[in-house]
């Protein structure tokens, strides 16, 4: 089945604490991206990778990291989460090099104490 | 900057009414526009999306969209609502010259039985 798959999904942590949220998907696709989702915000693009060793910030990059050494894996990083961090994330990938078709994992929510 | 704006945060219809979500985006060239859906506790999903073919675009479920470039508009409809339409509803347009999806900040349709 292709799909977007994220861990965990559900993950309460305390301020500073390094974390890693996984993504992958099975689908070849080469565009990948993280979001996350604030009430009243919609959804704000974090970074996104157009291949392999690309990536490049989105809306809202401040206190993540990404890297894509993995076609099919895009993991977001929090060096060092604090509360403003607490959120749903999604990762989303799409074919080709742009997100015109994307398909979204089903979220992390995320909250940091 | 490219935007969208979508009018109504919450709308509410009784079932076999007619559906009407707005999005405006901001642009002085068409830019390629998209509506996802999001159920309950699920990531998100596309609806349909114009790429500068036809000005009025198909999508799944019933739904489709409407390209307005002299209204700036995108509004979503669908004939007759079903229970199953409940769900929160994104527009989002691609920002011109980067990779990158902007949304909408979202419209929650709740449908009345």
């Known amino acids: 089945e292709a799909q977007v798959t994220q861990n965990p999904r559900y993950l309460i942590t305390v301020t500073g604490k390094k974390l890693t949220v996984t993504c992958s998907q099975n689908?070849?696709?080469?565009?990948m991206s993280w979001y996350r989702q604030d009430p009243g915000l919609g959804l704000r693009q974090i970074y996104y990778s157009m291949n392999v060793e690309v990536t490049d910030k989105g809306d809202v990059p401040e206190g993540y990291k990404v890297s894509r050494k993995e076609k099919r894996n895009f993991p977001l990083i929090l060096e060092s989460p604090s509360p403003n961090q607490t959120s749903l994330y999604f990762c989303?990938?799409?074919?080709?090099?742009?997100?015109?078709?994307?398909?979204f994992g089903p979220g992390t929510r995320l909250t940091v104490t | 900057a490219q935007s969208v704006t979508q009018l109504g945060s919450h709308v509410s219809v009784s079932e076999g009414a007619l559906v009407l979500l707005r999005c405006n985006y901001s642009?002085?060239?068409?830019?390629?526009l998209f509506w996802y859906v999001q159920y309950p506790n699920q990531g998100l999903q596309l609806l349909l999306k114009y790429t500068s073919a036809a000005t009025l675009v198909k999508g799944i479920n019933g739904f489709e969209a409407e390209f307005k470039k002299s209204e700036t508009s995108f509004h979503l409809t669908k004939p007759s609502a079903h229970m199953s339409d409940a769900a929160e509803y994104f527009c989002a347009v691609i920002k011109a010259g980067r990779r990158a999806l902007t949304f909408g900040s979202g419209t929650r349709l709740q449908v009345q039985p």
């Open positions: 989303a990938s799409s074919r080709g090099a742009d997100p015109y078709e994307q398909y």
């Open positions: 642009s002085s060239v068409p830019p390629y």
């Open positions: 689908m070849n696709h080469e565009y």
